[in-house]
């Protein structure tokens, strides 16, 4: 059964990139959200397998969506995506819960390298 992955990212863009590599390794998309209070309330709504996260985005950051999914939903899996050059992010956001982080700009391989050792 193909798993359900919510995508979180605030550049319309970066979602199209990762549900187009998703979609290909057949994974399905259960939703997206372009800012961090979107995410939290699409992940209640869908209750995803997986959910990929920016760190840097409006009104509530990947950080704090993070701790807000993990409040809900303690077994919640979370990828972090980040830009280069924000490890003090990603070293906050794996203490947060995160299972694994993804550096921009992405590669394919590396993201469903990701998702398979998060969700199978």
Known sequence: ????????????????????????????VAGEAENGIKA?????????DLVLMDITMPEMDGIQALKEIKKQDAGAKVI???AMGQQA???????????????????????IEAVKKVVG
């Open 89 to 111: 992010m990603v070293i906050e956001s794996i203490q947060a819960g995160a299972k694994d982080f993804i550096v921009k700009p992405f590669q394919a391989e590396r993201v």
């Open 40 to 48: 939290v309330e699409k992940y209640k709504e869908v209750s995803p």
């Open 80 to 82: 972090m995506c980040s």
């Open 1 to 28: 059964m193909a798993k359900n992955i919510l995508i979180c990212d605030d550049a319309a863009f970066m979602r199209m990139m990762i549900k187009d590599i998703l979609t290909k390794n057949g994974y399905n």
